[in-house]
Every structure is written in C-alpha cells, then in structure tokens.
C-alpha cells in the first residue's frame, strides 16, 4: 500500500535532486530496441558495461537480425568481458527471436500504439525476460508510464525506504506508480540514475553527500558511526 509519507518522501526527492542535477536533457537517447537490449545486459552489472556491451555487439555483427540467428557463444564472444556473458547472449538471442516472432521485424515500434499493460502481456511469455528491460524501453522510449525499476533506483528505493524487501518486480512498480504522477515517471527515474552514480553507491555510499540520510537507513547508520562530524557535501554537477 502507498501512503502518504512515501508520496511527500517522493514529492522530496524530485524536488532536491533538481536542484543538485538539474532537469534530464532529453528522454531518448537509443532506440528501443536498444535501450531494451542495455536494459538485459546490464542485469546485475552496470548502465556503463551494459551500454559497452552492446556497443560491442553492434560492432561485431551487421544488425539484430544476424545476432538473433548467431549462436549464443558467437554473441558472447563479442562481449568477453562482462559477467555471465553467454547467459545473457543466451536470453539476448532468445528475446530477439520472441520479439520477430510477435512483429516479424527487429523493431519495437510494433508496441507504441499499445497501452503499457498489453505491452507486458505481449512480453510476459518471454521466460527469464527481466522486466526493469522492458520498463526501460517503455518509460524511456515508448512513452508509457511503466517504471524501470534499474538497480540502482531500486537500490535507493529500498534504503529510504519507499519499497518493501521480498516483493515481485510487477508490485513493486505499481508501488511506484502509486508514488508518482505519470508525467513525473521519466523524471524520477533519471534523477534517481544520477544519485545512485555520484552518491547512493552500492558499497561505499557518500551519505554525507546526501539530502535525504535522515530518512534512509543507510544514512541513519553512517550517522551513528560517524557522529556530528557528518555534514553535507555540495554534490558535484558534472552530470549536467
């Protein structure tokens, strides 16, 4: 259940980390598709390795089409260094046949004139697809108002808390959606991006940094380790 608390906790959030990375510049910046395709690869790594990863991939192959008929190994071999690479060009190869199949093309324009849940449906057959991929493309691409719940918004949903431990990807984002108006979805999503990269890390996170400690667990943590001696930092703007 969304309560009020999380909604000010969320309304909060938008409003300080505008001012500390200003508004996104724009809402697309790779097609579908690959945004998609970053989203499955990213699983368990990072934007940046996943984003590498396919750069990888697109230099090694002609198109979509050549890397859904290659076999899982040729893709892999393509991407050597990110973590369990045949297992996600194994789920790569199989999502792009699921997707010719439903469209008969390497597109995922086929979905745009659909709502957001008839998306999924059309996805949900899909075993193993991770459903913050297909969110992503949707949120960033499409236009719809699916929440791509990437780990690193997770990350700081879960340490504020506004998200509960042990729930299903598909109720935690209706959680979400609870939380924030959809013309504010893109919006969230991106700053919480920026926060998760400068300063809600994964291990060593700078809450000192961070405007919202005293509502985090983390951050109410490191301020009993470090005491009066944690004050905040100006974050750094170069994401702007």
């Not at 690959?34 to 991939?57: N, P, Q």
């Not at 045949?86 to 046949?97: E, I, M, P, S, Y």
Request: glycine share 6%; proline share 7%; with cysteine.
């Amino acid at each position: 259940m969304t309560t009020e608390r999380n909604r000010r906790l969320a309304h909060k959030l938008l409003t300080v980390l505008r001012k500390d990375y200003g508004r996104p510049r724009a809402h697309v910046t790779r097609p579908a598709m690959e945004e998609m395709l970053v989203g499955i690869l990213a699983e368990g790594a990072s934007e940046r390795k996943g984003a590498s990863a396919l750069s990888a991939i697109s230099r090694y192959f002609v198109d979509w089409n050549e890397v859904r008929v290659s076999a899982p190994c040729e893709i892999a071999s393509a991407m050597p260094g990110l973590a369990d690479a045949l297992d996600k060009a194994a789920l790569v190869r199989f999502v792009l046949q699921r997707i010719y199949d439903l469209a008969n093309e390497m597109t995922l324009d086929f979905l745009k004139e659909k709502s957001p849940a008839d998306a999924a449906k059309l996805i949900e057959g899909i075993p193993g697809f991770p459903e913050a991929a297909l969110a992503r493309a949707t949120l960033l691409v499409l236009g719809h108002e699916a929440f791509p719940l990437t780990p690193g918004v997770m990350k700081i949903c879960r340490r504020l808390p506004l998200l509960p431990d042990g729930h299903e990807p598909a109720a935690l984002t209706h959680l979400i959606q609870g939380m924030v108006p959809k013309h504010g979805m893109f919006e969230f999503h991106w700053l919480l991006s920026e926060h998760a990269k400068n300063t809600c890390l994964p291990d060593e996170p700078s809450c000192g940094a961070c405007g919202f400690r005293s509502d985090c667990r983390t951050g109410r943590r490191a301020a009993v380790v470090a005491g009066p001696a944690l004050k905040r930092k100006k974050v750094s703007r170069k994401c702007k």
